[in-house]
């Protein structure tokens, strides 16, 4: 069976109301998982290069995201943990299975203890080694993202879970991915470690609707992972990244054709469909660096060495390979 996670992210806005909505429209259109975010903003840590940017020569050295400007931002996003306990119930009540993404060793038994079975690792996490030991044996099912990861990371971090039930998705931290650089060729690369692999879908909806989706699932994608909304795209940070509910419907149904159906379906509907095969064995863009730069180190798990009262050590720690 294929795997469609509706990932709601941030689109809720901080309304669990809405987050509730979504959940109920995801699993209408027959997805599988709901997934949100743990993201709590005493976890963001402040880095000085971030705050104005960092330029040289022309050159962009490190992306502009003041510390204060995200921490308020990402305040107005939590979903406490009692509500998050509501999602969860929520969820199984719809048929879905519950799905968070945790972003620090400090949340891996509270997300176990409220009752998340399914959890996700993001891109910039694939190579925090640490963070994936301890999520070992707290969790049934581990999906771990490889974008802006380096080959003897996925290589390692695949170590660590060869005794696990995990997923591979196989991404490119470019928000919006163009059709071009989304180097789905990378998937066959990532079937040597697992056998379940998948795609996480960052295209532009209004330019490039569900072909990169739908293209991943006729080169043999087990599980898609695609934002999704019940707002306007210009309503939330990751709208134009996200789906609708009819959208979703769209691809589930795509999803249980049999290959040949959608490979002769894509054929007819996108004819230029294979130009999101790309490389199975590339370099990482410039931007994508830039991305890796900024977002592994952007959470942190509580520690006394603070400078007046902001954590100034990141959470992600370098495991010799």
Not at 234 to 244: A, K, L, T
Request: aromatic share 8%; with cysteine; charged share 30%.
């Amino acid at each position: 069976m294929i795997k469609i996670i509706a990932e709601f992210c941030q689109n809720h806005n901080g309304d669990f109301d809405l987050l509730k909505k979504m959940v109920e429209a995801a699993a209408a259109a027959g997805a599988t998982h709901g997934k949100m975010q743990t993201i709590y903003a005493d976890t963001v840590t402040y880095r000085p290069q971030f705050e104005d940017g960092l330029t040289q020569n022309g050159v962009i050295k490190a992306i502009k995201r003041p510390y204060k400007e995200e921490v308020d931002r990402l305040s107005g996003l939590e979903i406490s943990e009692e509500k998050t306990i509501r999602f969860i119930n929520i969820c199984k009540e719809n048929g879905l299975i519950p799905m968070t993404t945790c972003f620090t060793r400090s949340h891996v038994n509270l997300l176990s203890e409220l009752g998340f079975r399914s959890i996700k690792v993001a891109s910039y996490d694939c190579a925090s080694f640490p963070l994936l030991r301890e999520l070992k044996g707290k969790f049934d099912e581990i999906v771990v993202s490889t974008g802006a990861t380096y080959d003897d990371e996925i290589i390692h971090a695949a170590d660590i879970l060869s005794d696990t039930d995990y997923s591979f998705l196989h991404c490119v931290t470019l928000y919006p991915t163009p059709l071009k650089e989304m180097h789905m060729a990378r998937m066959d690369w990532l079937k040597q470690f697992t056998a379940s692999v998948g795609y996480s879908d960052h295209s532009l909806v209004s330019e490039t609707k569900l072909i990169a989706s739908k293209a991943a699932l006729a080169l043999g994608a087990g599980l898609i992972e695609r934002h999704f909304t019940l707002l306007k795209s210009d309503e939330s940070r990751d709208g134009p990244v996200s789906i609708n509910q009819e959208q979703l419907k769209e691809l589930v149904d795509f999803s249980q054709l049999d290959i040949n159906e959608k490979v002769d379906k894509l054929d007819g509907e996108y004819p230029n469909w294979r130009v999101v095969l790309g490389e199975k064995n590339r370099r990482l863009s410039d931007d994508e660096l830039l991305n890796r730069d900024y977002y592994r180190g952007r959470f942190a798990s509580p520690r006394k060495d603070t400078i007046d009262g902001v954590r100034m050590i990141n959470n992600w720690e370098e495991t010799p390979l």
